[in-house]
């Protein structure tokens, strides 16, 4: 089975820095898509970027940027120029490319809380 | 608004009742998923439909648990007898057929069992 591992539960970061959320997975499996989540206070969780696991680039969404590293299956998210809304819960997740039984559903890792501070 | 919306969006029971949620996906995705997620972790995934049709439950979906899509379009998650561990936020989402297509989360119903 797949699993997902946020192993920072909270991180800070202060206006206009570049912050580093770190993700790891396992999985035997060739092909599959990484997310990251973003889940503001008493909202709903929106996507923040996603990566296709046969593409060696790494995904980038304004100031939101992927570290793929395949073989160490691991995948960082970089928030560069942070800002006050950027405050939120990160969820890193998991999703198998093939349309198998439990292929379209995302698996999650535990989220890191993300404080930014003026 | 044409995202996904959840009703209710808070529910408080008494452990033993039953409840029922309801979810109105985007209206042209034909799949539907409901998650559950606890205090500080990420959200759990319990089913998911395509069209009409009950693909995959997760081992977390015990017998009290029953969900159903009639028609295809709007969801219904019903827990019977309620216990105190039943307390969760349920979401819902839904998306597009394909695996890179992305889910789309509704605002979810809190689940309070007294």
């Known amino acids: 089975a797949q699993t997902v591992t946020q192993s920072q539960p909270e991180m800070s970061v202060q206006e206009a820095e570049t912050v580093t959320l770190s993700c790891t997975y396992d999985t035997s499996e060739s092909d599959y898509y990484l997310f990251w989540y973003k889940q503001p206070p008493s909202r709903q969780m929106i996507l923040v970027i996603r990566q296709e696991a046969y593409k060696q680039q790494n995904a980038t969404e304004n100031r939101f940027s992927v570290n793929f590293q395949k073989a160490a299956k691991s995948f960082s998210l970089k928030i560069s120029d942070s800002q006050l809304g950027d405050a939120a819960m990160y969820f890193c997740a998991y999703r198998s490319a093939w349309a198998n039984q439990a292929g379209t559903a995302l698996i999650f890792g535990k989220g890191t809380t993300l404080s930014v501070s003026s | 608004d044409t995202g996904v919306s959840q009703d209710p969006r808070h529910k408080i029971t008494k452990r033993g009742q039953n409840v029922t949620f309801r979810c109105d996906p985007i209206s042209e995705h034909n799949r539907l998923y409901w998650y559950r997620q606890t205090l500080g972790q990420g959200p759990e995934f319990l089913t998911y439909f395509q069209n009409e049709a009950q693909l995959e439950k997760s081992r977390l979906l015990s017998d009290r648990f029953s969900a159903e899509r009639p028609k295809g379009s709007f969801s219904t998650l019903e827990i019977q007898r309620t216990e105190q561990g039943d307390s969760a936020m349920y979401l819902c989402?839904?998306?597009?057929?394909?695996?890179?297509?992305?889910?789309?989360f509704g605002p979810g119903t809190r689940l309070t069992v007294l």
């Open positions: 989402a839904s998306s597009l057929r394909g695996g890179n297509n992305e889910q789309f």
